[in-house]
């Protein structure tokens, strides 16, 4: 295991300190040796979770986990705002579905869905969604 990471925003948690999580979890990946393409592609997974669970979950906190690994990350995200189960958007994603959804608020969770080897939500001790990610690590070409 190459380290790890656990952050915690309170009630204080607005929109700005998305940006503040951005860069911790920079330094974090880059720490870990995560760069380039994974790296890009793990922030802006978790640009949409958290900016998800902003808008549309009420939370008064936002943990968030990240395991790096030799050949996988493993993302935990802990809120205790409403209840919220991802499974329909997903469990099957549809490309087509995502873009002409009728809110068009699915393109967010579909590429979660595509970033994302395995991931799994549920609510624990009735009043915290937990939703747990594993994404594997891009091998980056060799300079030449």
């Known amino acids: 295991m190459m380290g790890y990471v656990f952050m915690r925003f309170g009630t204080d948690f607005r929109p700005e300190n998305v940006d503040r999580l951005r860069v911790k979890v920079g330094e ?3 720490r870990g040796g995560i760069q380039g393409s994974t790296a890009f592609l793990l922030l802006n997974l978790m640009d949409e979770l958290i900016c998800n669970i ?8 936002v943990e968030l986990e ?3 690994m030799p050949d996988m990350v493993h993302l935990i995200f802990r809120d205790d705002g409403t209840q919220f189960d991802p499974g329909k958007n997903m469990a ?19 590429m979660v869905s ?6 799994n939500y549920k609510r624990v ?14 091998k980056e070409p060799a300079n030449g």
């Open 66 to 68: 990240l395991h790096p």
């Open 54 to 61: 902003l808008e549309h979950s009420h939370a008064t906190w």
């Open 114 to 119: 595509q970033i994302a080897r395995t991931w």
């Open 92 to 110: 099957e994603p549809h490309l087509d579905e995502a873009v002409e959804s009728e809110d068009g608020r699915r393109m967010g969770l579909y």
């Open 28 to 30: 974090c990946l880059e």
């Open 125 to 138: 001790n009735g009043n915290v969604n937990e939703l747990e990610l594993s994404v594997d690590l891009l």
